[in-house]
């Protein structure tokens, strides 16, 4: 009886990283999303290998301290220890930080186990000379699994607080001269029985076009004539 066919492995959380500006793991996430089915030992050196990287970019960017003989463990918790788990506008949730603060214990373990099956288990560790236990797909699938989790996780905190945010939406409120001089222009558009100004229909119906004829009102000053009533309707 042939085997079920399985879908390819990825790393979501780890491609995300990447396009986020974590390129240089980009041949860590090729390597465990092959190694899940074609060498699961080796997995499970590439899944530690692709978290230690992450923390030590992480804690680069953010001037953090650390010394390069830092094992994995340590490296993780130095970086979780100067992420910010909230964001700004919930910093004195107390109860939800003590929440996180377990979570990000539970990660913390995780992480420990993902060391050990990768010295126990690894396909290129160092060790005693004695015969490894082989894992199969699955084991190898947990660990890679998990480490995609962490290094999305951990990128997408460090990204949190330098992040700048967007720049608030125009308000249509806030243009009231430019508005009253297109609809002295224009006219006001109307449909049957129904009346709408027209520097409202150009804000909802054509954004980009209002920002632009908003640009050139203000360039040429409060007294400059709004646009054409031909050319706004065209």
Known sequence: MTAPATSAFVMHGAREAMTAGLSHIEEHVKGVEQAVSANPGLAFDLAKTLIES???????????????????????????????????????????????AQTLSGLGTAVQGICELRNQCGFASHGSGAARPVMESVQALLAAETADAIVGFLHRMHRQD????????????????????????????????????????LFQMEPETYRIYLAEFEDNGADATAPDAEETQS
Do not use: H, Y
């Open 54 to 100: 992450t923390c030590r970019v992480i804690l680069r960017e953010r001037s953090v301290a650390f010394a390069e003989t830092d094992d994995l463990p340590k490296l993780f918790k130095t970086a979780t220890q100067n992420l910010p788990l909230l964001p700004a506008t919930a910093s004195a949730a107390t109860e939800v930080r003590k929440s996180l």
């Open 162 to 201: 330098r992040t700048p945010p967007a720049p608030p939406a125009p308000s249509f409120e806030d243009s009231d001269d430019f508005n009253l001089a297109l609809d002295e222009e224009v006219g006001p558009i109307q449909i049957r029985e129904i009346e709408f100004r027209a520097s409202e229909v």
